[in-house]
Structure formats: structure tokens, C-alpha cells
């Protein structure tokens, strides 16, 4: 069998952009993508890929291998170029809406963009990125992107080269797209949400994408043809991966710009959503929505990016939400862990499923490994559930690196080939993993380990609790003691005290993790995807001063 070696008969690069075809041979009349009052069939989308491909290609000259930004919130042609730049032979690189001119800027510059789309909304943040580029610089093409959407300012239009419907209307639905020469070509660059440094250029090849978009829809167990709300902005890490698995199901898009909770609700109830995915926060926001009637039908919901506390888990699901709990990380794209669930904890109470969802789980079909080790001696840690280490993956959805950094991409993949994640977990006996904190984040008091998920996820359950997050604040007697910070609800009846939530706290977690101080917040601040700022909440804990000084008694310890 030695002489059976690989043939170009069975070595076409892998590429999710030949889902889009398929869709269109199958699903032709089928509803592709709907938002608002627009509605496109896959044979319509096809043909609209295809001449913006050719436009960006032949009519703005773009080479294959540059890169081309997109700054949009999740509108159709945001969904559309997923495929229509990486099959003009170009590299996607989404950039987050919700960034300051100065990151756009920077972003544009070091990713040497040649061509960017701009939505109706984000002209002013593009236009003054762009005009913030050092001298010297090539300047990117800006494209606008407008929908029936009112207040465009017509002096601003002549900023642009022109808008994202002269390229669909004036490019050719013949082109021939350009395929990947190896599956390892770059398809996309996307900068991580920068909750913990500066955003890094993280970019991914042809491979990785077809990998990850299968894998993740095997894994939440997608059906063809399911109704996909876009909750998730597209913007981060690619929606994780479902742009192109919803063309390899044949599914329904459902965009849409900004969403609240009313929002959303009305929308399963119109198009009769079956899936959807988002940051805990989402199903925060779903759960605290007032007046709403639990779901008629069942929406599976991802969700992933943070941890979710198991209360908000347990909320959501009450309304009639089946959830799917997976983690991944940009250097990954997509999801590469998740809690697959066993029938049989289905006999379980509804807390404790709640519990056990809460736990980040096991690699998915594709990922070839996962483990948490010792970040000293890389020996992995013991499957007892207590043993602290660090999460590390390898696998086809691993990045290729970070763009022009080397270095950065080294002490991220190591000569042994994993990824290090720099988040702590450990492993349980029955070979499920639960994250703890990010490396970052872990609080030591006293010597201890304390994990900032765990104590938020007990102020999660206090009834008065919107938002939580826990950070180190520095103690002199301790080292440091954890500090919490807490967003209340709306509908709060009083707002409990200091002492109270330290007595709360008290009953449900051993006491050196306990928080020794509580800060009450109108809101928590957060990132552009999200997340809640730590950083900036350690910032003022460490302004604070030490807890031992400020009086915080040592025998709550
Ligand atoms: N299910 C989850 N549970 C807990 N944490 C999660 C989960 N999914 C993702 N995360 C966290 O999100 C991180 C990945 O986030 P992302 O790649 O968007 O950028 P970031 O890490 O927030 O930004 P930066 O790397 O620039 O600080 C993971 O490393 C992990 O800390």
C-alpha cells in the first residue's frame, strides 16, 4: 500500500465557499437571507457572491491574497461577504462596528487594507479611521453599504467610490471564483476582542474554516433548512463559523442591526426561529426581558465567549430556550469544546442541569485534542476537578498565527504543537473540563486560588444581581482579596447592602473566597463584544487600596 500516496483526485483544497454553490443547486428557491422587508432565496445569493467576487476582482483590481475590510453591523451584504471576498482570492477581515476611530485605524493600517466596506452607520467612524492613517499609508477604498435604513447624509456619499449595490448590479453573476491553490491560503484575519491586551491579527486558512463550519454544526446538531437569528455579531470571529454553515444546511439568515430583548422575542415569533447564538449577556438580556411569555416552539441557543453562571443557564431555559453551552477563542474561530449532553441528566433537577451545562465540556468531534496541564512542566493535571492548569488545544482549527508578529504567535504555539489558551480549568473525573478564570483574572488570597467565575456565579443566583464581576484587589496582609463588582436589576425592591451580599456570600462559598469588598455600579463596563472589562474594574480595586488598611476585618477570612 506504500505506493498509494495522495492524488489530484482527492486533494481539492478544502473550502466552505463551495457550500454556497451546493445551496444554490438545492435550496435554489429556498429562503437564504431575510432582514426587515428584503428577502433572498440561495439562488439569488449565488448570483449576488458571485458579481461582487468578480467586481472586487476585475473592477477594483483587487489581487488575490490582500486584504479586504468589512465594518458592518449583521446586515446582508456583511452575510454576502463571507463569501463573495474570499472568492475574488482576498482576505476577509471584519471589523468590529463598535471600535473607536483610532483602533479602526490602527487595524486598517497594520493589516495594509486595500478595499473597505463601510455600513450607513459606521461612514463617520471609517471616514475619520481612515483619515487618522499616517502620512505615506495607502489609503483603502471605501465601499458603502446602505439599506432603506433613513439618515444618510448625501455629502458623505461622495466620500465613497460607490455603493455595495453598484458592485452586485455592474459585476458578473459568470465569474468564475477564484479557488484556493492550497487549503492553507489565508481566507480570513480577524483581531481578537483585546479584553486582555491590544487586539492581535489572528489570521486562519481555507482549511480551518471548512473544518470548524462542519464541526460546529455536527456538534449543536443543527437540521437542514433551520431559521438562524443573528444575534451574534458576524464581526466577532465570524459569527463563530455558522455564515458558512448556514449555506452548508441550506438555513435561513435572519439579520438584523441592533436587538433588545423585546426585539428578539418578536422576532423568533415572526420568522419562527429554531436557532441562534450569543455572549451570556444575550441570555441575560432574555431572561430579565419584562412581560414575556415562555417560547411556543423550542430555540436552541449557543452560547459561549464568557462563562455563563449556571443561574442565568437555568433562567433561560425556563422560558423555553434549549441551551448549548461551547467555548472557543478567536485563535481558534470557532467552538472547539462544549458540554455534549447526556440523556440521562435530563432526570436531573433543573438546578443541577443548570450546573452541569455550566461546564465548558469536551473537545468536539474535530478537535483532535484538548488538555489542561501544568503551565510549568506541561504534565497534565489530575482529573479530579480541583487540580488548577492551563487549557491547551490543538487541532485543523488552530490559526495559522498572528499577522507580523511572530513572537506572539510562538509563545501561543509551542514546539510540542499546542495552542496555549491562557485560560485556567480543570478536569473533571468523568473527563469534562470547566474553565476557573482566565490566567489573568485567578485572584490569590492568602496563597489560595480563587476563581473569580465561581463567586460570580453565586452573585449571579442573589435575586437583586444584574451583572457581576469579581477582581483582585490588592491587601497587605493577603496579598490580594477579591472585590465585587455588581450592576443591580432594574426592578431591584431595595438594594441589599455590603453586609448582606457578604453574608449571601457567606452561605455559598467557603470563606477565603468570599468577597472582602462590594462596589455597586449603574453597569459594568464592557468591551466592544461584550465582555466585561476586568482590567478596568482591577483598575480601580487597585485605586482602592488595600482591603486590610481600608478596614476590611481579617477574620472574615
Ligand atoms: N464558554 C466559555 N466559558 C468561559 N470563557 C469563555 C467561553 N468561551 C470563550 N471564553 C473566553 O473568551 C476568550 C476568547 O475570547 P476572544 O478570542 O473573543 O478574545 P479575548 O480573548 O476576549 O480578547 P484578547 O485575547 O484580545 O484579550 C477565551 O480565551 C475565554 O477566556
Known amino acids: 500500500m506504500e505506493n498509494l500516496k495522495p492524488n489530484p483526485a482527492n486533494s481539492s483544497p478544502l473550502t466552505p465557499l463551495g457550500f454556497l454553490e451546493r445551496a444554490a443547486i438545492v435550496y435554489g428557491d429556498c429562503p437564504s437571507v ?7 432565496t440561495w439562488s439569488e445569493t449565488h448570483q449576488r457572491c458571485l458579481r461582487v467576487a468578480s467586481s472586487i476582482a476585475v473592477s477594483l483590481g483587487i489581487k488575490s491574497g490582500q486584504v479586504v475590510s468589512v465594518v458592518a453591523a449583521n446586515v446582508p451584504a456583511m452575510y454576502e461577504l463571507h463569501f463573495a471576498v474570499p472568492m475574488a482570492g482576498a482576505i476577509l477581515n471584519n471589523i468590529n462596528t463598535r471600535l473607536d476611530a483610532h483602533t479602526v485605524s490602527v487595524m486598517l493600517g497594520h493589516s495594509e487594507s486595500k478595499l473597505v466596506f463601510v455600513d450607513q452607520l459606521s461612514q463617520n467612524l471609517v471616514l475619520d479611521a481612515i483619515s487618522m492613517l499616517p502620512l505615506n499609508t495607502p489609503i483603502p477604498l ?30 458578473d453573476p459568470g465569474f468564475r471564483w477564484v479557488r484556493p491553490k492550497s487549503e492553507w491560503d489565508p481566507i480570513v484575519l480577524n483581531y481578537t476582542s483585546g479584553t486582555t491586551s491590544s487586539p492581535k491579527g489572528v ?75 450569543g455572549a451570556p449577556v444575550v441570555l441575560n438580556m432574555l431572561s430579565n426581558t419584562p412581560d414575556v411569555e415562555p417560547l411556543k416552539n423550542p430555540v436552541h441557543i449557543m452560547t459561549g465567549g464568557a462563562p455563563p453562571p449556571a443561574p442565568v443557564l437555568h433562567r433561560t431555559e425556563s422560558l423555553g430556550f434549549i441551551v448549548c453551552h461551547g467555548y472557543g477563542l478567536t485563535e481558534v474561530m470557532g467552538v472547539v469544546v462544549s458540554c455534549a449532553w447526556k440523556h440521562e441528566w435530563n432526570r436531573l433537577p433543573a438546578t443541577e442541569r443548570a450546573r452541569l451545562k455550566s461546564r465548558q465540556g469536551v473537545r468536539t468531534t474535530a478537535t483532535a485534542e484538548i488538555d489542561i496541564v501544568d503551565p510549568n512542566t506541561g504534565m497534565s493535571v489530575k482529573r479530579d476537578g480541583m487540580s488548577l492548569g492551563e487549557i491547551v488545544v490543538r487541532g485543523g482549527c488552530v490559526m495559522l498565527g498572528y499577522l507580523k508578529d511572530s513572537e506572539a504567535t510562538e509563545r501561543c504555539i509551542n514546539s510540542k504543537g499546542w495552542l496555549y489558551t491562557g485560560d485556567v480549568g480543570v478536569m473533571h473525573s468523568d473527563g469534562y473540563m470547566e474553565i476557573k478564570d482566565r490566567s489573568k483574572d485567578v485572584i490569590i488570597s492568602g ?31 493577603w496579598g490580594e482579596t477579591p472585590c465585587a463588582f455588581l450592576s443591580l436589576k432594574n426592578g431591584a425592591t431595595r438594594k441589599p447592602t455590603e453586609e448582606e451580599i457578604f453574608e449571601y456570600c457567606r452561605r455559598k462559598l467557603p470563606h477565603y473566597m468570599v468577597p472582602k469588598s462590594v462596589v455597586f455600579k449603574e453597569e459594568l463596563p464592557k468591551t466592544s463584544t461584550g465582555k466585561i472589562q476586568k482590567f478596568v474594574l482591577k483598575e480601580i480595586a487597585k485605586a482602592m487600596g488595600s482591603s486590610t488598611l481600608a478596614g476590611v476585618s481579617r477574620s472574615r477570612m
Not at 431575510?34 to 433572498?40: L, M, R
Not at 449571579?460 to 451583572?467: L, S, T
Open 34 to 40: 431575510v432582514y426587515n422587508d428584503t428577502s433572498y
Open 142 to 171: 471605501p465601499v458603502l453599504i446602505t439599506d432603506s435604513a433613513p439618515d444618510v447624509d448625501d455629502q458623505l456619499h461622495d466620500r465613497f467610490l460607490c455603493s455595495y449595490e453598484d458592485l452586485v448590479t455592474n459585476g
Open 203 to 277: 489570521v486562519h486558512c481555507h482549511r480551518g474554516a471548512f473544518i470548524v463550519a462542519l464541526d460546529s454544526l455536527i456538534d449543536w446538531g443543527v437540521p437542514k433548512q433551520p431559521v438562524y437569528l443573528w444575534t451574534l455579531p458576524m464581526f466577532h470571529s465570524n459569527g463563530w463559523s455558522y455564515p458558512w454553515g448556514m449555506a452548508a444546511v441550506g438555513g435561513t439568515n435572519v439579520c438584523l442591526r441592533k436587538f433588545d430583548g423585546p426585539t428578539i422575542f418578536h422576532l423568533i415569533r415572526r420568522h419562527s426561529v429554531t436557532h441562534m447564538g
Open 447 to 477: 496563597g489560595e486560588n480563587v476563581s473569580s467565575v465561581e463567586v460570580e456565579s453565586a452573585l449571579y443566583a442573589h435575586p437583586a444581581v444584574h451583572e457581576a464581576a469579581v477582581v483582585a484587589r490588592p491587601d497587605e496582609f
